[in-house]
């Protein structure tokens, strides 16, 4: 008895059997009949079962055993009535017997083919030739000292018809070995492949893990490198390579990265040393004499800042103010500040905002100015002003700033401030029965005159009728008199609201109290004379 495809047979395979020549495999088998080349095998009377579809072969009935379906599995035996594929066979319902020839429905022969015999198998295993391992412990010709002519001819037509897997080998003799020239030569590719790829691996390692080019000790020489604001620590690494401070930019991030006080080094012109260490380079710059900047303090006037940048700049005297004067109206001040102000002295007054700015001999004083000049309307900008002098009941932006330069210059301490702004307000008021809307401010007629006296005499003061004389001249003067700080604009924008209309500086110094009517004005006043020695 014979297993569909896979048992043995009683009798040995011949050629005129017919899963072997022209029939059986390639033969036709008739409906309803399963055979081997057209015989009807008989098996022990069994139930039948029915099939998918209820036809013979691989649609119909197999009587004893479960028929094998190749597209859906064994049959399982269910109802007849259970069809999965509609009532017809998996191929269109034609009948084929196991082995028989059937329509291709994929448009080639080859689709879903069924086993074949042993000899066909080896004709596929002759038509696919898998690598050779050579004849001892399964090694290449190339390491079995043969030359490549012995190991590698064709195959012959041998193992198509006569059941052997390969053709004969042919010519093991009468020709010289290359083995061991071709393993010395394999041994020195290789040996050269790690010295390439250790030499290769050692400047990758170097590049990317090692330490980074530095230079040693303190350097020499000086020069001037200016750090721009919002410069990150490369962006600082790189201006000092390019001015030959620092061999390389990584090595100064990784010492700025080790300083605790790494990440406060600030915009600024920085008076540094050629070919310094990395580490030299950044506790250098931490050190503030190596910033080469210039301070706006808060309430310096103009006149003084001009100066200033002549000096750093090496220009004579003069040279920026002179600039300043002409081109006022190209250095960036809001529209508000360009309005006519025929009286105002100096148009950038209260515009060179308090800051540190860097400035350094080959800039020019425009670039200095604008940096200033932009600082100033940025932070002016924040406030509002417009809104908020039309809530103070001043003309216009300008008035703000002016106020803030009074209070700047008139209180002594912080906490004066917003005393003293009342102190403005309420003088400017037109109720002000007290003063009459004069200020009375020393400071007025100091900047008008360039100086800073504090012993003024009375007839210096009640003869001069310049704009910006508060003791002649109601109201604010024409413009600010100084640049006033953060504070100072603070306390402009809200004073406090407790009556303040008169302040001494009772030791003269640094010591300001206030009063609110006249009477107590004339005490402060005589406090001050005692401590001053005053008439």
Known sequence: MTEYGRGRSPEPWHPEDPL???????????????????????????????????????????????????????????????????????????????????????????????????????????????????????EHAFFANRDDDDDYDDYDDGGRSGGGGRGERRGRGGKKRRGGCACLVLSLVFAGGLGAAGYYGIQFYKDRFGAAEDYAGGGSGQVSVEIPKGATGYDIGNKLKEAGVVKSVDAFVAAQGK????????????????????????????????????????????????????KRLEQPKGTTEKYAKKNWQKLGLPDWAKNDHPDVKDH????????????????????????????????????DLESKAEALNLKDPLDVISVASLVQAEGKTHADFRKMSEVVYNRLKPSNTETNQLLQFDSTFNYLKGQSEINISEKDILTNKDPYNTYTRKGLPPGPISNPGKEAMGAALKPTEDGWMYFVATDGMNKTEFAKTHAEFLKLKEKFNANTGSD
Do not use: C
Not at 100 to 120: C, H, I, L, N, S
Not at 271 to 288: G, T
Not at 350 to 361: D, E, I, N, T
């Open 259 to 310: 300083d605790p006080k790494g990440q406060s080094i600030q915009a600024g012109v920085y008076l540094m040393k050629k070919e310094m260490s990395a580490e030299s380079a950044v506790d250098l710059m931490l050190d503030p004499k190596s910033r080469n900047n210039l301070v706006i303090s808060e309430g310096m006037r103009n006149s003084v800042i001009y100066r200033e940048i002549d």
């Open 348 to 383: 950038l007054e209260g515009f060179l905002y308090p800051s540190s700015y860097p400035v350094a001999k080959g800039m020019k004083p425009e670039t200095v100015l604008k940096d200033m000049v932009e600082n100033a309307t940025e932070q002016y900008d924040a406030y």
């Open 20 to 138: 072997y020549g022209d029939q059986g495999w390639a033969g036709q088998a008739s409906a309803g009949q399963g055979s081997y080349g057209g015989q009807q095998q008989h098996y022990p009377q069994q139930p039948q079962q029915p099939s998918y579809g209820g036809q013979q072969g691989y649609g119909g009935q197999q009587p004893g055993y479960p028929q094998h379906d190749y597209n859906g599995g064994w049959d399982t035996g269910q109802n007849p009535a259970y069809d999965p594929y509609g009532g017809h066979d998996t191929y269109g319902g034609q009948p084929v017997a196991y082995g028989g020839e059937r329509p291709d429905q994929y448009g080639t022969p080859d689709a879903y083919p069924p086993p074949r015999p042993p000899g066909r198998r080896r004709e596929v295993q002759q038509e696919t030739p898998d690598w050779d391992p050579g004849p001892d412990q399964g």
